[in-house]
């Protein structure tokens, strides 16, 4: 079955702390590619994606993620993180054949002031 | 993006009732779908909705139990039929005017006691 893991469910960070936040899927054919946030109080965002192209994607506030096809990763990246960053991160992966959306469990970041 | 809203907000509903939630979008969209958020899970999509057509539901999902409709290219029903305490969820609606980007409406928080 199609699935995609993201290795951290829980993670705190003190700001300016770099972030990476890990996202694999299991799929063999062609997909693409979402981190969305969910911030306290707020419903869900799209924060980046990819579809084709330059595999390094930059999204909103900083935030940048690195598709790697041989290893079917797409990490997500942030330097120096920031208070408000305080929120879930959600990896979504879309089969290119299927009108569907594929979420991995959700990263919860903290990040302490 | 197409700005979505939902009603209601949140509900508490005994077990054996059905709710209905609507999701309202502010154009025209080509695909609608829903969503659930169990506790603690990442979203699992429950189907599409097709303007005009039955809904198309994923894997462990039924009609009978979930009923949607989708009357027009703005609007669409989710019912949750004979709730039990397991239907409490975070139920999502969801929009794509491009080829599989999806946004999210705020969501319907839903308490069976």
């Known amino acids: 079955a199609q699935s995609v893991s993201q290795h951290n469910h829980h993670v705190i960070l003190s700001e300016a702390a770099s972030l990476e936040l890990g996202c694999n899927y299991s799929y063999g054919g062609t997909v693409n590619l979402f981190w969305y946030v969910q911030y306290p109080g707020q419903h869900l965002q799209l924060l980046l994606k990819y579809f084709s192209g330059d595999p390094l994607v930059k999204g909103i506030k900083g935030f940048e993620a690195e598709f790697i096809k041989s290893k079917f990763s797409f990490n997500l990246r942030k330097p120096s993180v920031q208070w408000s960053d305080t929120a879930e991160y959600f990896c979504a992966v879309n089969p290119r054949d299927r009108n569907k959306l594929v979420f991995g469990a959700g990263t919860i970041l903290r990040v302490k002031s | 993006s197409a700005v979505i809203s939902q009603k209601p907000s949140r509900d508490i509903c005994q077990r054996g009732t059905s709710l209905t939630i609507q999701c309202q979008v502010d154009?025209?969209?080509?695909?609608m779908f829903w969503y659930r958020q169990q506790p603690g899970q990442s979203l699992t999509l429950i189907a599409t909705a097709n303007q005009g057509s039955e809904a198309t539901y994923e894997s462990g999902f039924v009609i009978d139990k979930f009923p949607i409709s989708r009357p027009n290219l703005t609007f669409s029903t989710l019912t949750v039929s004979n709730m039990s305490p397991e239907d409490s969820s975070i139920y999502l609606c969801?929009?794509?005017?491009?080829?599989?980007?999806?946004?999210f409406g705020p969501g319907t928080r839903l308490t069976v006691t």
């Open positions: 969801s929009v794509a005017e491009q080829p599989y980007e999806q946004y």
């Open positions: 154009s025209q969209v080509t695909m």
